[in-house]
């Protein structure tokens, strides 16, 4: 869908039947941590790379650098690119609320990049959007930021021309429950207020409201709102507000005060991105990437740190969310154990059959990995065992860091190390032997 949008938008033509994505080795056969994405054929493109990257504080899913040269934080991409496979039809502050201070933030950075909500949805669009979905798109809408992914209604999704428009759309929607403040606008001469709870778990964390009061407050001031914006009704006192939070870097930017509270100077980080070399990430986005790319097989479940849950694939090709509780009644009545362990990756080797389930930790934390196979038993009888019943479960550890070689202990199954030297388990599943061996085939 991206290489799509840059053809079209570049206006030119492209082939891409079948993707794939290549980890590119060195001489000494060790990843440079790089992708290159075959595939795609563009006149104006000679080759695409992958880089892993980390934000430094809100942050968006793509950059997307059309140049020679490999990108610095200071260069501005052409794209930046939020992606969520949810719908409000799942999940209406998730679909788009929770997503909107991502916009807010990199404007900061990259004003003049072009700002895409990308919905790579795998469930069917909710036929009749939300109110809440249609409120927040068309604030996206006034922000400049494009949509892509979704169908829709041209007479429905339309930007706001002037803020006591608004207001007005705010005030007819449907209030939220009781007990709960509502985000409601009021327009006095010297300012407007805006309530909206910020609080959640004891501190400034309520991200579906920090993305609806940031994207708001950022869209009066482009239609030309100068005076004060005042958050009410928040939640927090002044022990919550610190410096280093998100929320707090944009309200001092778009100059938004909370009412009650003196909020603190904060500036933006310097650069808005810096080249991930210590997630753990690393080592599980690397072997999902090599079992889809060279055998057979492929992933049912992925949940890489600090990356968008996927759904499950049930063996009849549906898609569904995981549960959080085996027994919520049971958990709200106390049972801690009704919580489901979730892993960061589920592999299915169709040849050996068996379902790999996989747990991805940083190096020095190997050993709290190995405890943590032991926290699946829930999982696998909700899914596994009912979609995937002729599988045989199989739990390991994939790791990264260190500059080990060698790996002693039987429960981990691979290690991609700081140099890039890939090391397989003196028990690594079969499938991590087929892939690494198809790999290395590949670059001699």
Request: charged share 25%; net charge neutral.
């Amino acid at each position: 869908m991206i290489f799509s949008y840059f053809a079209k938008d570049q206006n030119c033509g492209f082939f891409g039947d079948t993707i794939r994505i290549i980890p590119l080795l060195d001489a000494n056969k060790c990843f440079d941590f790089t992708y290159q994405v075959i595939g795609f054929t563009c006149a104006k493109v000679n080759k695409i790379f992958i880089k892993t990257v980390s934000g430094t504080s809100s942050f968006t899913d793509f950059l997307i650098y059309y140049q020679d040269n490999q990108p610095k934080p200071q260069d501005e991409p052409v794209y930046a690119i939020e992606e969520t496979k949810t719908d409000d039809k799942e999940s209406r502050n998730t679909g788009v609320y929770q997503r909107c201070s991502k916009f807010v933030f990199i404007n900061y950075f990259y004003p003049n990049c072009k700002k895409v909500m990308l919905y790579a949805l795998q469930v069917g669009q909710k036929e009749e959007p939300t109110e809440t979905y249609i409120f927040g798109t068309r604030l996206l809408l006034t922000l400049g930021v494009e949509i892509l992914g979704k169908q829709l209604d041209k007479n429905i999704f339309v930007p706001f021309s002037t803020i006591d428009e608004i207001i007005e759309a705010k005030s007819l929607m449907r209030r939220a429950p009781k007990g709960n403040a509502p985000i409601l606008l009021t327009k006095f001469d010297e300012k407007i207020q805006i309530s909206g709870r910020l609080y959640k778990s004891g501190s400034l964390s309520h991200d579906p409201n920090i993305g609806a009061l940031s994207i708001i407050a950022a869209v009066l001031r482009r239609l030309g709102w100068e005076k004060e914006i005042e958050i009410t009704q928040h939640g927090l006192s002044q022990s919550h507000v610190g410096s280093r939070n998100k929320f707090i870097q944009i309200a001092n930017q778009i100059g938004i005060s909370l009412q009650g509270l003196t909020l603190p100077k904060a500036s933006l980080p310097k650069d808005y991105w810096h080249y991930d070399l210590q997630g753990e990430k690393l080592g599980t986005i690397f072997i999902h990437l090599v079992v889809e790319n060279f055998t057979e097989s492929y992933s049912i479940f992925e949940n890489h740190a600090g990356c968008e849950k996927g759904y499950f694939h049930t063996s009849d090709g549906k898609h569904i969310p995981l549960a959080k509780y085996a027994d919520r009644e049971a958990y709200k009545l106390g049972d801690k154990d009704q919580i489901v362990s979730i892993p960061d990756l589920v592999l299915l080797d169709i040849k050996e059959t068996e379902a790999i389930t996989i747990e991805g930790k940083k190096y020095q934390n190997k050993h709290q990995g190995i405890i943590e196979l032991n926290n699946y038993d829930s999982f696998d009888a909700m899914y596994l065992k009912k979609y995937y019943s002729k599988f045989h479960i199989v739990r390991t550890v994939v790791l990264y860091g260190s500059t080990e070689e060698q790996i002693a202990e039987v429960e981990v199954g691979f290690l991609l190390n700081a140099n890039g030297k890939l090391v397989l388990g003196i028990k690594a599943p079969k499938l991590f032997r087929r892939a690494i061996n198809n790999l290395l085939d590949y670059w001699k």
